[in-house]
């Protein structure tokens, strides 16, 4: 699915009310709208209900594109695949309100579209060698998926077969500023951290931001890339080890430096 240019957020209805917070937890709107018991008029059922969306803020046209769906009505869809509250996403919010009601609320809500694209709809057939191979994500560093879109690879790379699903996504007109792709697996569930079927892909056809950028939007010199790497724990265990031994050289040279300070006060410390 084709990612808005925003602020990501969490929009959570309750009480009459409709907030949502940035990632830090600081609140970045509150207002009544036209999710379940997200104001006066929208309570319906048990007062207790409540949403929780994921969703981009669009400033330019004050909307709400809600990427997913965690909670409605109170019932969590943690658990339901992609495909699932991508459909519930779709039916549920045609349900709580009329065009006329989302065209007067003061944010509205739009759902991000959504395409299908198997892996098999990325495969490219190598002309010199006849054989098959897979161009997707993974292969990153080798594969253009813009490329893979408009089926104007580089050789021998030249046959793209089935790409309906990833031209829709980057050549679709939206309503908004691209930022990259949400690349969704449709079996997987909602994850709390980060994880390899919920992935942003971003490239110079699909977003302007694709590199890292100033204030100002100029490009910096210098690439920050960072990455994340568990500690085993038989390394943690080592490096605790180093840390106490550290700690027992500071206490030595501190007491050949002071030689005055009594062993009392040496077992106090």
């Known amino acids: ?39 006066r008029a929208s309570m319906a059922g048990s007062g207790d209900d409540f949403c929780i969306l994921d969703c981009i803020f669009h400033e330019p046209n004050s909307t709400y594109y809600i990427l997913d769906m965690m909670c409605w009505k109170g019932y969590a869809l943690y658990d339901c695949s992609a495909e699932f509250r991508l459909f519930w996403v779709q039916g549920k919010l ?50 253009n998926l813009s490329a893979v879109a408009t089926s104007q690879l580089w050789q021998p790379l030249s046959v793209v077969l089935h790409a309906e699903g990833l031209q829709q996504a980057y050549l679709t007109p939206v309503p908004f500023q691209r930022d990259g792709l949400y690349l969704l ?66 206490l030595l040279l501190l007491l050949l430096r002071f030689p005055y300070i009594s062993s009392s006060s040496c077992m106090l410390f």
């Not at 190598?126 to 990153?140: E, H, K």
């Not at 931001?209 to 210098?222: I, L, M, R």
Request: charged share 15%; aromatic share 8%; proline share 8%.
């Open 1 to 39: 699915m084709p990612r808005p240019e925003g602020r990501r957020c969490l929009v959570i209805s309750s009480q009459q009310m409709t907030i949502s917070r940035h990632r830090n937890g600081s609140i970045l709107h509150r207002f009544p709208s036209v999710l379940p018991n997200g104001s």
């Open 94 to 143: 045609a349900e709580c309100a009329s065009g006329s009601a989302q065209d007067q609320a003061r944010y509205p809500f739009v759902p991000v579209p959504a395409y299908t694209c198997s892996p098999g709809d990325m495969l490219a057939k190598d002309c010199s060698s006849n054989t098959t191979t897979l161009c997707g994500a993974a292969s990153a560093p080798y594969c």
């Open 185 to 250: 697996h449709k079996e997987g569930h909602y994850s709390l951290s980060s994880t390899p079927l919920a992935v942003l892909w971003k490239d110079s056809s699909c977003s302007q931001y694709f590199v890292d950028t100033g204030a100002n939007g100029v490009v910096s010199d210098h690439q920050v890339s960072s990455f994340m790497w568990p500690m085993p724990h038989t390394a943690l265990r080592r490096s605790k080890a180093c840390s106490l031994l550290l700690l027992l050289l500071l």
